[in-house]
C-alpha cells in the first residue's frame, strides 16, 4: 500500500496530466496500452523519473527526456509517468510480444486477444528486432493520440501491411479484421456473424484497390479513408482497441 506522501504525488500526477492536456478519461478507456502503462506508474520515493531515466543497470537505456519530448507530441512531465510505469513492468527495459498479448488477454476475456496483440506488437517494434522499447512504444503512442489524421492513418497502413513490403493485401486485411472481432468476442451487439470479416473487407478493398491490381498502396488507403466516411469511422475501430 503507498504511503500518504507516496499516494499525494501519484493524485498530483494524475491531476497535472488531465489539467495540461494530458490523458484524459476518454483516453485512458479507449487506449488498453496507456491505461495499463499508467496503472504501472507507482511512485519511487528513492529515485526521480530524470534519475530512472539514466540508470544504467536496465539492458536498454532509453534517450534523454529532452529528445523525447523534442520527438513525441508528450510533454516533460507525461514522458516521466509514462517511463515509470513502463519501467516497473519491465525492467529490462523492452517490452516482449508476451506482455502485449497479457495485456489484452486480462482486457478481452471474453474473446481471443492473442493474434490482434501480435499484429499490434509488430506495428509497435519498428525495428523488427523482437521487442518494444520506451522510445518505440511513446514515439507509437504519440501518433495515435495526437498525432494528424494523416499520421494515424499512415500508423494504420502500418498495422494492416502484415508482412511490411508497402501493400495491403485483401488477405492481410482480413487477418487484421478477424483478428479484431475474435478479441471482442461475445460482447458485441448484435452479435456478429463469422462471415461479417470478410463481407466488411470485400467492401472496403473494392473501394480502396483504385486501379485494380489486387493489392492497396498507402497512398491509394489514405486517400480512400480520407474521402469515405464510413471507412474512416470503421478504420477507427483499431484506436478503440488499443
Known amino acids: 500500500m503507498c504511503s500518504p506522501t507516496k499516494g499525494t504525488q501519484w493524485m498530483e500526477d494524475q491531476l497535472h496530466l488531465r489539467k495540461n492536456h494530458g490523458f484524459s478519461k476518454k483516453v485512458l478507456l479507449n ?5 495499463r502503462i499508467v496503472t ?3 511512485p519511487n520515493p528513492k529515485d526521480s523519473v530524470e534519475d530512472e531515466l539514466e540508470l544504467s543497470a536496465v539492458r536498454h537505456r532509453p534517450e534523454g527526456l529532452e529528445q523525447l519530448e523534442a520527438q513525441t507530441r508528450f ?12 519501467k516497473n513492468e519491465c525492467p529490462s527495459g523492452v517490452v516482449n510480444e508476451e506482455t502485449f498479448k497479457d495485456i489484452y488477454a486480462q482486457f478481452f476475456p471474453q474473446g481471443d486477444a492473442s493474434t490482434y496483440a501480435h499484429f499490434l506488437f509488430n506495428a509497435f517494434d519498428t525495428d523488427h528486432n523482437g521487442s518494444v522499447s520506451f522510445e518505440d512504444f511513446v514515439m507509437g503512442l504519440s501518433i495515435l493520440l495526437r498525432g494528424t ?3 494515424k492513418l499512415i ?3 502500418n498495422l494492416y501491411d502484415i ?3 508497402g501493400y495491403i493485401t485483401k488477405e492481410e486485411m482480413l487477418d487484421i479484421m478477424k483478428a479484431i472481432y475474435d478479441m471482442m468476442g461475445k460482447c458485441t451487439y448484435p452479435v456478429l456473424k463469422e462471415e461479417t470479416p470478410r463481407q466488411h473487407v470485400e467492401v472496403f478493398f473494392q473501394k480502396m484497390d483504385k486501379n485494380k491490381d489486387g493489392v492497396v498502396t498507402i497512398d491509394e488507403f489514405i486517400d480512400c ?4 466516411e464510413n471507412i474512416m469511422r470503421s478504420m477507427h475501430l483499431f484506436e478503440n482497441v488499443l
Open 31 to 35: 487506449c488498453w496500452l496507456v491505461r
Open 40 to 42: 504501472w506508474a507507482s
Open 75 to 86: 510533454s516533460r512531465k507525461e514522458l516521466q509517468i509514462l517511463y515509470r510505469g513502463f
Open 149 to 151: 489524421v494523416q499520421e
Open 155 to 157: 500508423w494504420a497502413f
Open 163 to 165: 508482412n511490411k513490403d
Open 225 to 228: 479513408c480520407q474521402n469515405d
